[in-house]
């Protein structure tokens, strides 16, 4: 299979089964696919895992610097979001400067977890003004079939919760080799998720395999955790050319603390 | 209800001022400002695309590119495209590609040239409008016009069109930025964004809160699109 884009015939044949309700795979349109999660990928990060959903598997990791506040915010440690979407993954990646879709992935992420208030940042602090601890949290995809941001996120707070503090020596500097047992600052009951909701025609359908995915007109994430029990959205962002409609948008609101759920369901026993 | 840090009705949008026509060399242009938010929008084309391996031989293709200039905010930005800058480029692309039908275009692309000449919140949501505006200037064949503005939410409350005072609001649940942008006299959306906290029930009440801005919006781009300046 090259990258090439997805034909007209493949494209029509999955609307017309779409409007019966029907999937390749047998699921319904708004089914997600199982996952299942794996801590240590490299004894080397801070804190890392893998999430295997369907055939798409993606890793996260967890590594911590040393470094300086920004201007507005001294009294707050960092965060950084990156991917690289390594063509080891798939025929449609490709070496050389990142395309709009590596530039997105991580900025999703990065707004999810910032947004959630997940990491309470002011705890990484170590001298205010001066010296901060940056968590940076980067993602490998290693192969995509589909639904990539939303695997990505499981993993990356999976990574997050996995992740201590690697020991400050006398110097200042870190010493990689001897880790602490002291966890990152996390707000024990956040736990922000991205859902993905794809449109084709007049379908809305979740979690896609790759020929899915790329038949999809329209598509949009959403970044969901709970906030005193009650649900928050905590980001969103439309992609492709196809608008949405006011009921559809209403109706992605609605389903988004179910599937929440759902997940939490099954992640909640990797957390543990 | 909290108070507006800049004392506005919740639904209160800033005032707003359209120009069309304002740089002559560009095939259609315009300027659009939310109080003192200003974008100004440059149309070039249809023209010929290069490089010529990414021309469709079925459609021409939109291409928008959106920036800050380095002093339009209060830390000077540096300047040359920026992973934010990328990617408002390319949701604001999506956003107004809905209304053009470039299929008698082939091979050609339209550049949309968007830049914001002083920023106090909104530039992506003002950029939108005045490309919007720019394209229709420039006869590119389109549906209608698109129109774009954020609701906030300061801790509870929703607001229309906030300023970056109240961008930094901190109090409660603190500020939510959520742009969007639709097709003038529908219910359809090309933009959606969102940042910040806000439960699941209250995302229809800012539908409506932003349909009532974009039908402002709307009559000032029509009203500017009668009065072309050049």
């Known amino acids: ?272 | 209800m909290v108070a507006r840090p800049s004392g506005r009705k919740a639904n209160e949008m800033r005032s707003m001022k359209a120009k069309v026509g304002i740089i002559p060399n560009a095939d259609g242009s315009a300027m659009f400002a939310f109080g003192d938010t200003i974008a100004i929008a440059a149309v070039y084309g249809p023209r010929q695309l290069h490089p010529q391996h990414m021309q469709d031989p079925s459609t021409g293709i939109l291409r928008v590119n959106y920036d800050l200039l380095s002093f339009s905010v209060s830390e000077r930005k540096k300047p040359g495209p920026s992973r934010r800058s990328k990617e408002i480029s390319q949701v604001t692309e999506w956003a107004l590609s809905p209304v053009l039908d470039l299929r008698a275009f082939p091979n050609t692309v339209i550049d949309v040239q968007i830049y914001i000449l002083q920023a106090d919140a909104g530039t992506r949501t003002a950029g939108i409008n005045a490309a919007s505006m720019a394209l229709a200037h420039a006869g590119i064949p389109m549906k209608n016009l698109i129109c774009s503005v954020a609701v906030g939410k300061l801790d509870k409350d929703l607001a229309l069109d906030a300023d970056n005072a109240e961008e930094h609001y901190d109090e409660g649940e603190g500020h939510t930025d959520i742009p969007l942008a639709k097709i003038a006299g529908t219910d359809e959306f090309t933009l959606m964004q969102l940042d910040g906290k806000i439960p699941p029930e209250m995302i229809k009440d800012v539908l409506e809160m932003v349909n009532k801005g974009c039908e402002e919006i709307y009559e000032v781009q029509k009203k500017a699109l009668k009065e072309i300046v050049e």
């Not at chain 1, 959903?53 to 993606?58: A, D, L, Y």
Request: charged share 30%; hydrophobic share 40%.
């Open chain 1, 1 to 272: 299979m090259s990258s090439m884009d997805i034909t007209n015939l493949t494209k029509e044949k999955l609307t017309s089964m779409f409007n019966a309700g029907k999937r390749f795979d047998g699921r319904g349109l708004l089914d997600l696919k199982d996952f299942e999660v794996e801590y240590g990928v490299s004894n080397m990060a801070e804190g890392s895992a893998r999430v295997r959903m369907g055939k798409t598997e993606i890793i996260a990791g967890v590594k911590m610097e040393v470094g300086t506040p920004y201007p507005d915010s001294p009294n707050k440690g960092n965060l950084t979001v990156s991917a690289d979407l390594l063509p080891l993954a798939s025929p449609r990646f490709e070496q050389g400067p990142p395309k709009f879709n590596a530039i997105e992935l991580p900025r999703l992420i990065d707004r999810m977890i910032r947004e959630s208030g997940m990491i309470d940042l002011k705890k990484l602090v170590i001298v205010e003004g001066e010296k901060v601890w940056t968590v940076i949290v980067d993602i490998y995809p290693i192969n995509d079939d589909g639904a990539l941001v939303d695997a990505a996120s499981i993993a990356c707070v999976a990574a997050l919760k996995n992740a201590v503090f690697p020991k400050l020596k006398e110097d200042g500097k870190i010493d990689y080799h001897a880790k602490s047992d002291e966890r990152l600052p996390l707000v024990e009951t956040t736990i922000p998720l991205t859902f993905t909701f794809y449109k084709l025609g007049d379908n809305l359908f979740l979690s896609p395999v790759r020929e899915e995915e790329e038949a999809c007109e329209s598509k949009v994430t959403l970044g969901i955790s709970k906030l005193d029990g009650r649900y928050m959205i905590n980001s969103c962002q439309k992609g492709l050319s196809v608008p949405f409609r006011q009921e559809e948008i209403e109706k992605i609101v609605k389903l988004l603390p179910e599937k929440y759920d759902e997940v939490m369901k099954t992640f909640n026993k990797y957390l543990k």
